[in-house]
C-alpha cells in the first residue's frame, strides 16, 4: 500500500491514505552475505485521532521509519504510540524493538501534551533482553507498560480479563483475541476488531493455521 507523493520526479515523502485504518508495511534492515534483507514491518492506525500501533518491531524499524515518513512526522507517529505487539522472539521481530523503545520518550519529551507509555504485547522472555539492555546500554524499562502474552493466552488466569480491558480500552476495540499460533514456541496471532467496526488480524510467520482461523 505504497502511497509516495512526487514533486516533479522527486521523492518527498509518504502521503497516508485519506481513510481509516491505513497500514504501512515497511522493512527490516539486516545483513547476511553481503545482501540486504527487507523483511516486514508494520504501522497502523487504530482509531481516526492520528494513533498507531506498532505490529512487530524488527531490525532496523527506527531508521525504516525515517527514511519513508522523515524524522519529523516519525517523532509524531512514535509520540502517537499505543502499543506495540510482537509476535514471536526471532530478532528479525524484536531486535528493533529497542531504537523504538528510546525514540518514543524523547519524542515525548518534546511534546507539550501528556501521554501514557505505550503498552508493550509481547512473549514473557523478552523482558530479559530489555533487563540486560537496560543495565548495559540504557534504561528503557520503564518506558512501557508490559503485557505477557501468556497471560491473554491463560483463559485460566486471574488477570486475564483486566489487562484484555486495558488493552481494549486504550486502543479503542470491541474484541481483542491472541492465540497459539505455528511458529516458535511463544508465537502468538492477533485479532483485533475496533470500534469503528474494522477487523485486523496478524498472524507473525506462522503456517497455516486453524487455532487463528477460527479466532477470526
Ligand atoms: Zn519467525
Known sequence: MCNRA??????????FPPSLPYKVQLGREGLRGREIIIEP?????????????LLDCGEGTLHQMITMFGRE????ILGQTKAIFVSHLHFDHHVGLFSILR??????????????????????FLLNWIRLYSKHVLNISQDFEFIPHS????A???????????????????DLQLCQVLHT??????VMQHNDGWKLVYSGDTMPCETLVKAV
Open 151 to 154: 497471560v491473554l493466552l491463560n
Open 6 to 15: 512526487l514533486k516533479g520526479s522527486r521523492w518527498v515523502g509518504y502521503t
Open 185 to 190: 514456541k511463544s508465537s502468538a496471532g492477533l
Open 103 to 124: 525514540a518514543i520518550p524523547e519524542t515525548r519529551a518534546q511534546d507539550s501534551g501528556v501521554r501514557q507509555r505505550p503498552l508493550l504485547l509481547a512473549p514473557y
Open 41 to 53: 514491518f508494520k504501522v497502523t492506525s487504530t482509531d481516526g485521532q492520528n494513533e498507531y500501533m
Open 156 to 174: 485460566n488466569h486471574t488477570a486475564r480479563e483486566g489487562l484484555l480491558q486495558q488493552v481494549k480500552t486504550r486502543l479503542c476495540l470491541t
Open 73 to 76: 512526522r516519525t517523532n509524531l
